[in-house]
C-alpha cells in the first residue's frame, strides 16, 4: 500500500531526485500540484511524484507496479526514472506500452528583444491576456482543451497561472498558458487551431508569455515533445540540452468503461 505524504514533510523527498532539474518535481515537492506517494511513511526507499497523469520515480523501482495497482487513470506517462525502471514498465503488461522521446532545454536565458519582435501579432490578430471569458472558450474546444494544465479549476488558473492568447475576429485560435508552476518559474504548454498552424502565431504567443512570465521575475521553463515544439522553442531562444526517453503507458478500456 502506498502513502501520501504530508505537505509538511515533502521536504524529506528532496534528496531522492538530487541533481535531477525537472519542474515536475520541483512542483509536486513545493506542495503547489500533485502528490508524493511512498511505500513507507517513515523510512520511504521508493517515492513516486504523481502530477495529473505524469510521474516521476526514484529509489525502489518497484513504486511504479505499486502506484499502477492503485491508479485508476486510462494513461500514465513515466517522465523521470531510474534506469532499472525500464524493466518494471515491460513487466506491467498494459494493454499499450510506448516509449517516447521529449526534449529538455537549459534553464533560459531568453532576449527579451528578440521576444518583443516575435510577439508582434500577425495581421489581423490581437494579442489577449486570458480573462474568464477566453478561458470558458478555449476550454470548449477541442484543439485547446488541456488550456489550464494541471490547475483544477478556472478560479484556481485565473489566480495562479499565465496565459495568452492570440484571436482572430474575437475568436482566439493559438494560446501559451501555464501548464503548472514552481518556486520561481512556470511551465510553458502552447496550443493553436490546425488552421493557423506555420504561420506564427504559436511562436508570438509563447514570446508573448515568456515576456509576461520574466517581467513578473518568473522562469517560463520549456520540455518539448517533438520536433515541432523542439524548434519554436529555438526560435524563441531556448538552449537544447538533452534528449530523454519516457515510457506512456495506457488501459483503454478504463477509458471505455468512463465513458
Known amino acids: 500500500m502506498l502513502s501520501i505524504m504530508p505537505q509538511e514533510r515533502l521536504y524529506t523527498l528532496a534528496p531522492f531526485f ?35 497523469r505524469e510521474v516521476a520515480l526514484a529509489g525502489n523501482p518497484a513504486i511504479l507496479s505499486r502506484l499502477v495497482e492503485v491508479y485508476e487513470g486510462d494513461f ?7 534506469p532499472a525502471c525500464e524493466q518494471q514498465v515491460l513487466a506491467l503488461h498494459a494493454p499499450k506500452t510506448q ?10 536565458r531568453l532576449d527579451p528583444q528578440h521576444l518583443e519582435r516575435l510577439a508582434a501579432p500577425p495581421e489581423g490578430a490581437q494579442l489577449r491576456p486570458l480573462d474568464r471569458e477566453l478561458l470558458r472558450t478555449l476550454r470548449s474546444q477541442a484543439w ?9 479549476d478556472e478560479a484556481s488558473f485565473l489566480c495562479g497561472a499565465l496565459g495568452w492568447a492570440l484571436c482572430v475576429q474575437g475568436q482566439p485560435v493559438s494560446v501559451c498558458s501555464t501548464a503548472w508552476s514552481f518556486p520561481g518559474g512556470v511551465e510553458i504548454q502552447i496550443d493553436t487551431h490546425p ?10 504567443a509563447a514570446a508573448r508569455f515568456a515576456l509576461d512570465a520574466m ?22 531562444g531556448y538552449q537544447f540540452d538533452h534528449a530523454y526517453v519516457c515510457w506512456a503507458l495506457s488501459w483503454p478500456e478504463r477509458k471505455a468503461v468512463d465513458a
Not at 522521446?101 to 533560459?108: D, E, L
Not at 488552421?195 to 508570438?204: I, L, N, P, V
Open 18 to 52: 538530487t541533481g535531477c532539474g525537472d519542474t515536475l518535481i520541483h512542483a509536486v515537492l513545493s506542495g503547489r500540484h500533485g502528490q508524493a506517494l511512498v511505500d513507507d511513511m517513515d523510512h520511504p526507499t521508493g517515492v513516486a511524484l504523481l502530477l495529473d
Open 76 to 82: 500514465l506517462a513515466v517522465f523521470v526514472a531510474p
Open 99 to 108: 516509449a517516447f522521446v521529449r526534449f529538455a532545454f537549459r534553464r533560459p
Open 144 to 152: 485547446a482543451e488541456d488550456v489550464m494544465g494541471v490547475f483544477p
Open 195 to 204: 488552421d493557423y498552424y506555420r504561420k506564427g502565431f504559436a511562436s508570438c
Open 215 to 236: 517581467e513578473r521575475g518568473l522562469q517560463p521553463t520549456w520540455d518539448a515533445a517533438n520536433m515541432i515544439s523542439l524548434r519554436l522553442a529555438q526560435k524563441l
